[in-house]
Structure formats: C-alpha cells, structure tokens
C-alpha cells in the first residue's frame, strides 16, 4: 500500500513541475500552426525553424502541423517549387491536406505563403471565417483594393492579421525606429526589384525596400513620383511634414538590400539584411498574443505609396495617396 501511495505522489509532483508535460498537456501548450502555399522558400525555412526540438525560446511554442501546398497556374517560378516544398513538408513529418477547409480543421494559427497575392484575398477570409490568427507573407495581396479588403473584413470578423516583409527586421532599421539615434529626416533604401505582369511593379519583389523605408520613416506619406527605365527604378515620397524618402528598385548590376537613413545624430548605414528568423520572432508573439506587431493603417499605406508608384509611372505626374484611399 506504502509503495503505490509512494509512486501516486512522485507521478503528482513531477507533473506539477513547471515546464514538464505530457501527451495531450504537450499538444494543449503547443500552437499548432498550417501553412497554405508551398511555392516560397519562405514556407519550408519558417517550418524548419518552428519545428526544431532545439529551436531558441523567441521561436518556441509553435509548430507546423498541416500545410495545403496551393499555387498559380499562370506564374512559372512558383508553380515549379511546389513539388520539392512539398516533398520536404512530407520528410519534415507535416501533413498535406487537400484543401484550406481541411487544413483549418487541424490547426489553430496560419501562415499564408501563396506566393502570388491575387488568391489572397479569397484564402485569407476563409481563415479569418474559421477565427484563425493569420500571417500573409509579402505581398498582403494582388492589389491595393484587396489588401484594404483583408484588413475591413479581419476587423469587421474581430481576428487578428499582419503582413510584413523580413526587411522590416533588419537590427539598423529598428534601431533607427526606435529613436537610437534621435529624430528621422529622411531615409533612402535599395532593394532588388523584379518584376512580375501579374502584379503592380513593386508589390512582387520592390517592396522589400519598400518596407525598409516605411519601417525607418513611419506613415504619413503625401505624394509619390517616380523614374523608371528598363534596368532601375527610383522612387521619391514626400511627407506631410516635409521629410524625403526614395527607394531604388535594382535590375543590373550588383544588388542587395539596405539604405541609409538621415538622423539627428547621425547619418546612419543600416547595414545587411539579417535573414528570416527576426521576422519569424514576430509572428511566434504574434501568434501567442494576437497583437499584431503593425498597425494595419501602416501596411495599407505603404502598399497605397506602391500604388502611387505605379500610377506615377503611367502619368508622369506626382500621385498623392489620399486619392488611391479614398
């Protein structure tokens, strides 16, 4: 009798030790995350990460579960990366599902990385339907209506949503943020800039810059022009309190990402990009406390300031984005 009292206890006490769970404790704990689209490199290096039994606490607590590997018929370049994604989804232990209905089943938060931002519109309200905290991968959508769509109808539904791209991480660029180095004048940043039809020019890969510059300037952009030739783009926007900020869209040459940013206590170079994991810290807070390290007017109005961009190039005028937000 001594000896089962004895075990009773020592089974009590080892399961009321912080930190130690097991079976169904372990899968209440763990965030159980989907990914829809297998057609970035993003989907399988932020699976890796979150599923690494050795991963770092800041990207801890969350692990892909189920992934439904959706792709573009008419874009070549994503299409043909589904078939290795979802091989290496398969080695890594996560289940393929054969619709976003299913995959919503089985999870609690989703990582959407279809590549193409047309289907986001339609893929992010059957999460945001289901209740499902959700990240959209760059670019939020296909155009600037939808991506003010996602945002209206997660609002409206009470869900919680942010998009980024990783270049809004970059240790510099937050720094510079963050007021380190005092009031911000002015920032000029670079990024490659391919293009794709399927999409305004700069929604498919410029926005990378894109967001490097939003991130050191903040909202509250007035006017954009641009200059675009075959091989670069320059983009200028003007700001209501009268600060500059330009992008260079590369296509020849040396390429990378970066910028220098204009401070009061310096002019400040905000160094190389950091990879995808300072992104990947955001979304795991993201997913554990639904507040979205972004307010969603800012995302919507760096996509209105590519919007410009494109409207500038067709006009040759200055392009103010109150008149693309009304």
Known sequence: MSARIDSFLIVFFVLAIPGISFGQAESRETIRVGVIGLDTSHAPAFARMLNDPKAAENVSGCKVIAAYP????????????????????????????????ELLEKI????????????????????????????????IAGSLEDAMAIFRYAKEKKVPVFSSSSLRYMTLAQDVRGGKFGKVFGVSTYSPCSLEKTHPDLFWYGIHGVEILYTVMGP??????????????????????????????????????????????????????????????????????????????????????MAAADTAKRTGKAVRLDSLLK
Not at 73 to 89: G, H, L, Q, V
Not at 112 to 136: C, M, S, W, Y
């Open 220 to 305: 509250g952009c007035e006017s954009v022009t641009r200059t675009s030739t075959a091989d670069f783009e320059l983009v200028t926007g003007v700001w209501s309190d009268g600060r500059i900020a330009t992008f260079r869209g590369v296509r020849a040459g040396a390429s990378g990402y970066g910028g220098t940013a204009f401070c009061e206590k310096g002019i400040v170079n905000l160094g190389k990009y950091g990879g995808y994991k300072p992104l990947l810290v955001e979304i795991v807070k993201f997913f554990k406390t639904g507040k979205p390290p972004v307010d969603s007017a800012e995302t919507i109005e760096l996509y209105a300031f």
């Open 108 to 139: 609690d938060c989703v990582l959407l990385e279809t590549n193409d931002g047309r289907p986001h519109l339609a893929q992010a309200k059957l999460v945001i339907d289901a209740g499902k905290t959700l990240f959209i991968d760059k670019p």
């Open 70 to 101: 959706f792709g573009s018929p008419d874009i070549a370049s994503s299409t043909s990366r589904i078939p290795k994604y979802t091989k290496e989804f398969k080695e890594m232990g996560i289940e393929i599902t054969k619709s976003i209905p």
